[in-house]
């Protein structure tokens, strides 16, 4: 399950990179730097049970950085208070919220669409993805919400008794979720 990458991402990830070369080929480059190291971390750091929680942050920054090629760079804010360099996480919790939020989140707001916040300390960390709710609502296809269902049993195996997941719905207009590892 961890060395699942969506092949749409790769796919439009790779014809976003194709349009920028004419255009912006130094971003293109950049680009296609920030994919290959996405695809090292999922293919060889996030084989391992924990890693760094630095190595976390940096494969979703390229994660975000990548469809912001499509959505727009302001429609991605990503705040986090510095984190000490000795925490450990299990791998890929926290893109299965993000995905979400960009897979049902409205494209048309003002930016940004949507907001993450990270913070740690001592006693805990927390991740919060929030995203403003479409108007048109997509049918799940045939593997629709079983990224959901995996980082439940996920934390359930690896964090048990020791996280939380909390899913509001604010004035029917914003999908707030808070992920938080005690």
């Known amino acids: 399950m961890k060395n699942q990458i969506n092949p749409h991402f790769i796919f439009n990830t790779l014809n976003n990179i ?15 730097m920030k994919l290959s190291d996405i695809m090292r971390y999922v293919l060889y750091e996030a084989t391992a049970d924990f890693v760094p929680l630095e190595k976390e942050i940096n494969y979703l920054k390229n994660f975000i950085s990548l469809h912001a090629l ?12 510095p984190v000490r360099n000795d925490l450990l996480i299990a791998p890929m919790l926290f893109i299965p919220l993000v995905e979400n939020a960009i897979k049902h989140g409205d494209k048309k707001v003002k930016h940004p669409g949507i907001k993450m916040y990270l913070e740690a300390d001592d ?29 439940r049993r996920r934390l359930d195996l690896l964090y048990p008794d020791k996280h939380t ?8 207009k914003e999908y707030k979720v808070r992920l938080c590892i005690h």
């Open 18 to 32: 194709d349009s920028l070369i004419a255009i912006e080929p130094s971003k293109a480059s950049e680009s296609i």
């Open 70 to 81: 499509r959505l727009s760079p302001g429609f991605f804010e990503f705040n986090s208070k």
């Open 123 to 151: 006693h805990r960390l927390c991740f919060e993805v929030r995203n403003f709710l479409s108007d048109i609502r997509i049918n799940k296809d045939n593997a629709g919400g079983i990224g959901m269902i995996n980082l």
């Open 165 to 172: 997941l909390e899913v509001e719905v604010i004035d029917n």
